[in-house]
């Protein structure tokens, strides 16, 4: 099984602040990674799929890159409505999820 | 507009079974996988299952492989997920998603709003 790592787990910022996450995969996995925001109660939102491809609707502050096994996901400034929780997602083999990142305002 | 709306979810006993649904609409059904995701409560994501358009491959996670059965019904646009020996550690917040192809390697590109299976005697 593949594994997806990561960090950190907990990331205190400011709005306006640039916020980077990245996401280790236990084996390669080409560009086969998305990433998701979720809100409190909320079902999880897609915001980018094959590691840097932007879903539609999506704010352009969000944009990913990577792949093989090292992947990240960068806020350029971050929002009001960024603070959430962030995971990465293989899709390679199966589908596994990371941790998840939780991003709260400092 | 993609819908996903799923309704099934509840308290039942530990060995038990509960049958969980996810009636959709906005989008052709029988193009797309389907797949279930859960969440403990304060946890992180774990797929669960996934089936393919035509139902012609079925995937589950070792967690859940032989209790947990996953179907679909193109002609209703319905997913479902049949689960039997439910344990305490199936409790979890249950969502539906749509698979952004037909085939194997995709995310999820819409979620259902989840619903609640708690397994407690």
Same mark, same amino acid.
């Given at each position: 099984?593949?594994q997806m790592?990561?960090?950190p787990?907990?990331?205190?910022?400011?709005? @306006?602040?640039?916020?980077?996450? !990245?996401?280790?995969? $236990?084996?390669t996995?080409? =560009?086969?990674? +998305?990433w &998701?925001q979720?809100?409190?109660?909320?079902?999880p939102k897609?915001?980018?799929?094959?590691a840097?491809?932007?879903?539609?609707?999506?704010?352009?502050r969000?944009?990913?890159s @990577?792949?093989?096994?090292d992947? !990240?996901?960068?806020i $350029?400034?971050?929002q009001? =409505?960024?603070? +959430?929780t &962030?995971y990465c997602?293989?899709?390679?083999?199966?589908?596994?999820?990371?941790?998840?990142?939780?991003?709260?305002?400092? | 507009d993609?819908?996903?709306?799923?309704?099934?979810?509840?308290?039942?006993?530990?060995?038990?079974?509960?049958r969980?649904?996810c009636?959709?609409?906005g989008?052709?059904f029988?193009?797309?996988?389907?797949?279930?995701?859960?969440?403990?409560?304060?946890?992180?994501?774990?797929w669960?299952?996934?089936?393919?358009?035509?139902?012609?491959?079925?995937?589950?996670?070792?967690s859940?492989k032989?209790?947990?059965?996953?179907?679909?019904?193109?002609?209703?646009?319905?997913?479902?997920?049949?689960?039997?020996?439910l344990?305490p550690?199936?409790?979890?917040?249950?969502y539906c998603?749509?698979g952004?192809s037909?085939?194997?390697s995709?995310?999820f590109?819409y979620?259902g709003?989840g619903?609640?299976?708690?397994?407690s005697s």
């Open positions: 099984d593949i790592t990561q960090s787990s907990t990331l205190s910022a400011s709005v @306006g602040d640039r916020v980077t996450i !990245t996401c280790r995969a $236990s084996q996995i080409g =560009d086969w990674l +998305a &998701y979720q809100k409190p109660g909320k079902a897609l915001l980018i799929y094959r840097s491809t932007l879903e539609s609707g999506v704010p352009s969000f944009s990913g @990577g792949s093989g096994t992947f !990240t996901l960068t $350029s400034s971050l009001p =409505d960024d603070f +959430a &962030y997602q293989q899709y390679y083999s199966y589908w596994t999820f990371g941790q998840g990142t939780k991003v709260e305002i400092k | 993609v819908q996903l709306v799923q309704s099934g979810g509840g308290l039942v006993q530990p060995g038990r079974s509960l969980l649904s009636a959709t609409s989008f052709t029988d193009d797309y996988a389907m797949h279930w995701v859960r969440q403990s409560p304060g946890k992180g994501l774990e669960v299952s996934g089936i393919r358009w035509d139902s012609g491959v079925i995937g589950y996670a070792d859940v032989g209790r947990f059965t996953i179907s679909r019904d193109n002609a209703k646009k319905s997913l479902f997920l049949q689960m039997s020996s344990r550690e199936d409790t979890a917040f249950y998603a749509k952004d037909g085939g194997s995709h995310e590109d979620w709003q619903t609640l299976v708690t397994v």
